[in-house]
Nanobody
Framework: QVALEESGGGSVEAGGSLTLSCRAS????????MGWFRQAPGKEREGVAT???????SYADSTKGRFTLSKDNGKNTLYLQMNSLKLEDTAMYYC???????????????????WGQGTQVTVSS
């Protein structure tokens, strides 16, 4: 079955907020890194935020102070709270997880094995 399922995408005006959710299946290691990546048309995929099993987080410079990543271990669900959205935040957002525990969870796409189908976020003026 699908390892990761995203939800919560949609359209919002600049300055608004959205919260994305990602439910992880039993295939995902409970101590794996998890995070969000995004890709806009014609651009390369970039890391947004990651979270370690110990709760520590990492954010891309472009999202610091605006996005907050959290995880509900009881629900096996990852959340990305996005505030003060900008036009440049428009992209397909993907939830991802590594295959095993890592010392640190970096914003490196190649280090993540499992990916969700993606949820579209569109920010308009």
């Amino acid at each position: 079955q699908v390892a990761l399922e995203e939800s919560g995408g949609g359209s919002v005006e600049a300055g608004g907020s959205l919260t994305l959710s990602c439910r992880a299946s039993s295939f995902i290691n409970r101590r794996a890194c998890m995070g969000w990546f995004r890709q806009a048309p014609g651009k390369e995929r970039e890391g947004v935020a990651t979270i370690h099993s110990d709760g520590s987080t990492s954010y891309a410079d472009s999202t610091k102070g605006r996005f907050t990543l959290s995880k509900d271990n009881g629900k096996n669900t990852l959340y990305l709270q996005m505030n003060s959205l900008k036009l440049e935040d428009t992209a397909m957002y993907y939830c991802a997880a590594t295959g095993r525990r890592l010392y640190s969870c970096r914003l490196k796409s190649n280090e993540y094995r499992y990916w969700g189908q993606g949820t579209q976020v569109t920010v308009s003026s």
